[in-house]
């Protein structure tokens, strides 16, 4: 695991902090499951208990690991597979809307799916140009910063807002849990809106990503 520690009590905040990759098997670490909304286990709490550290995990140099974390950060929370994803939700939905009929009619030939459908389009359209620009950066060699807080932050909303769109045109079937056997699309709309509302925090949550747009990609000062 990363391990981010303090290393020099006496230096200003974001330095005197050093960056450590660690065996998990380390004495004295232990976790705890984290048990999410969707009833997955995919986080831990971590313990540390007077585990002590070897020297040789010190990844990079000594007391430089707050800028190391922050860019592993910038890599980490472009989050441009959201694009690829909601694009697969998307035609996922339109072939749904084709294929169901309600009333006599397909879902498709209603104008509030097809309205929905059509922001959900556009949107997801936009979130793919965004995630070009953060791989067009890392494919020059450039580290992605406030842009990948761009696409974090709008591939997040996005796929949440397309999510929320195929419940509300699936109606209360798109709400069943995704093991009921009456529920659409393998129930993957609902389960993506769960999730999506936990990738608002992880990585960095909304605020922390508009304080860096503000700061970092239209200059504003500290708030
Ligand atoms: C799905 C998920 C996956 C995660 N995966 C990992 C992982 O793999 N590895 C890992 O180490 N952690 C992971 N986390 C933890 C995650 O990184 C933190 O929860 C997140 O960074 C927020 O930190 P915090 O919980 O300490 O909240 P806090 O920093 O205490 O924030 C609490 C609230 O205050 C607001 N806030 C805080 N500071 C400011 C500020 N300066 N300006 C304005 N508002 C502010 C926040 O926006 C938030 O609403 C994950 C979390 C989730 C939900």
Redesign the pocket.
């Known amino acids: 695991m990363?391990l981010i520690a303090r290393t020099d009590p006496d230096a200003p905040k974001h330095k005197g902090i050093s960056y450590f990759l660690v065996d998990m098997k380390t004495p004295g670490i232990s976790t705890r499951p984290l048990i999410?909304m969707m009833n997955n286990h995919?986080?831990n709490e971590v313990f540390f208990e007077n585990a002590r550290v070897p020297r040789d995990c010190l990844l990079g140099e000594e007391n430089r690991g707050w800028y190391m974390a922050t860019t592993t950060l910038d890599f980490e929370r472009s989050s441009i597979g959201g694009a690829v994803g909601a694009r697969k939700m998307l035609e996922e939905l339109v072939a749904y809307t084709r294929n169901t009929r309600l009333n006599g009619h397909r879902l498709a030939d209603e104008v509030r799916v097809r309205t929905r459908l059509a922001d959900a389009g556009v949107e997801a359209e936009l979130g793919r140009l965004l995630s070009y620009r953060v791989a067009t950066l890392q494919a020059r060699g450039q580290v992605p910063n406030y842009e990948a807080s761009i696409a974090k932050l709008f591939n997040t909303d996005m796929q949440l807002r397309m999510a929320k769109s195929g419940m509300e045109i699936m109606g209360l079937y798109g709400q069943l849990d995704h093991r009921s056997r009456w529920v659409p699309l393998r129930g993957r709309f609902e389960r993506q809106y769960l999730?999506q509302t936990?990738?608002a925090?992880?990585?960095?949550?909304?605020?922390?990503q508009?304080?860096i747009i503000a700061m970092r990609g239209l200059g504003l000062p500290r708030?």
Do not use: M
Request: no cysteine.
């Open positions: 990363i999410d995919g986080f999730w936990g990738l925090v992880g990585g960095g949550t909304t605020e922390i508009k304080n708030g």
